[in-house]
Each structure stands twice: as structure tokens, then as C-alpha cells.
């Protein structure tokens, strides 16, 4: 059975620190792996993850993925308030469809 | 970039009633779509992949007679919630996919559905 599996479940941070977030998978037919952060509504787009130990960044976020070991992690430094929110992870496998993990919801607080 | 309008955004509605929620793509064809239910803070349960002209694809555990769908033209799908009793009740998202190759997921604004 194919599983996204995201920790922490949920995290408090004080402003200024750094976080890790985790996304370890099980799945067949591995296409790449998402990762999207969701405020109030719709989850909007960080990362795509294809090919294992190419770090992608993006300003304070950066994200790289393991294809052998099985899992992505998303780093946020210097976090800030407007980080708050829940990051979901998400896998694709040939096929077409989104399987999204857990989620791990983070608040930072000032 | 790509959006993805969903309608309505709220709705309350009475026990055994229908609902639908619409999900167009406004600036791309979108041959395969998908739905989401999201309790409160927990992750996007897919639902169903909804493909224009033909059968939608259930998830396991998902009652295809209880939640219809149509993806009748390239910009629309549809989810109709049949029957609606209060557990029904949850935040819906619809989503399609990026042009080919880029591997991005679009997602509408989703629906509040509250059944009393």
C-alpha cells in the first residue's frame, strides 16, 4: 500500500529559528515528489523533486530529496510569522495522480 | 500562471439534499482533474481523478453514487454531493494539473460544504 508519511505532526517555533520538516514515502512507480504549503484555502506550490541530492531553494525555504533512502525534507530558515501554515507533501506515480501526506502544520510565534 | 476557479466557496445546505461544486481551469485545458477532502488540520484526502469524456477513477473507500462527478468539457468538472447528511460535511478542493512536463498541481480556492 503506497504511504506519505509527514513529521512532525505539528511544530511551534519562535521567530528566527530554523525547521526541518520530513516527508518519508512508500510508493510504486515513483514519479517525483511536491511539496506545498497551505494557509487558509488552497495549498500553493514550493517544490518539485525528481532526481535524489539536488537541493532546491527558493529565498529562506530549500528542499532536497532522498529516492534511496525513501524521504524529502524541507529546511525554512530565520522563520517568520507568515510561515505559519501547513506543508504537505505530496508524491506522483505514473498514472497521473497526487497522494498527498499527513501535513505538518507549523506556527511560529514572535 | 495556470488558475483554477471553484464554486462555490461556501454552502450550507439541509440533510438529503444535493449539492454541486464546479471546478473550471480558466486558462488551460485541463484533460484530468482532481478531488480533495480535507477535514480540519489534517492533510488532502484525493477522492477522486476525474478525466474528461469518460468515468471518473474512485479512490478506495470513496462512494462513486454518493459523489458524482462530471468532467464533461476540458475546463469543467463537477462534484455533486448526493443525499448530503452532516458527515458529508468538509472542505472540498479540486485541482488539475500544470501543462505537460512541468509537474505542477493547481488548485481551486475549495468549497466549505456544511449539511445541518
Known amino acids: 500500500e503506497d504511504k506519505v508519511v509527514q513529521s512532525p505532526l505539528s511544530l511551534v517555533v519562535h521567530e528566527g529559528d530554523t525547521v526541518t520538516l520530513n516527508c518519508s514515502y512508500e510508493?510504486?512507480?515513483?514519479?517525483?515528489l511536491l511539496w506545498y504549503k497551505q494557509e487558509k484555502k488552497a495549498p500553493t506550490f514550493l517544490f518539485m523533486l525528481t532526481s535524489s541530492g539536488i537541493e532546491k531553494k527558493s529565498g529562506r525555504l530549500s528542499s532536497i530529496l532522498d529516492k534511496k533512502e525513501l524521504f524529502s525534507i524541507l529546511n525554512i530558515t530565520a522563520t517568520q510569522t507568515g510561515d505559519s501554515a501547513i506543508y504537505l507533501c505530496a508524491l506522483t506515480r505514473t498514472g497521473n495522480q497526487f497522494y498527498f501526506g499527513t501535513g505538518t502544520s507549523l506556527t511560529v510565534i514572535p | 500562471g495556470a488558475v483554477v476557479s471553484q464554486h462555490p466557496s461556501r454552502v450550507i445546505c439541509k440533510s438529503g439534499t444535493s449539492v454541486k461544486i464546479e471546478c473550471r481551469s480558466l486558462?488551460?485545458?485541463?484533460?484530468?482533474m482532481f478531488w480533495y477532502r480535507q477535514f480540519p488540520k489534517q492533510s488532502l484526502m484525493l477522492m477522486a481523478t476525474?478525466?474528461?469524456?469518460?468515468?471518473?477513477?474512485?479512490e478506495q473507500g470513496v462512494e462513486k453514487d454518493k459523489f458524482l462527478i462530471n468532467h464533461a468539457s476540458l475546463t469543467l468538472s463537477t462534484l455533486t454531493v448526493t443525499s448530503a447528511h452532516p458527515e458529508d460535511s468538509s472542505f472540498y478542493i479540486c485541482?488539475?494539473?500544470?501543462?505537460?512536463?512541468?509537474?505542477?498541481?493547481?488548485f481551486g480556492e475549495g468549497s466549505r460544504l456544511t449539511v445541518l
Open positions: 510508493v510504486t512507480n515513483f514519479r517525483s
Open positions: 485541482s488539475a494539473r500544470g501543462q505537460a512536463g512541468t509537474g505542477e498541481l493547481f
Open positions: 476525474s478525466n474528461e469524456g469518460s468515468k471518473a477513477t474512485y
Open positions: 486558462d488551460f485545458q485541463a484533460t484530468t
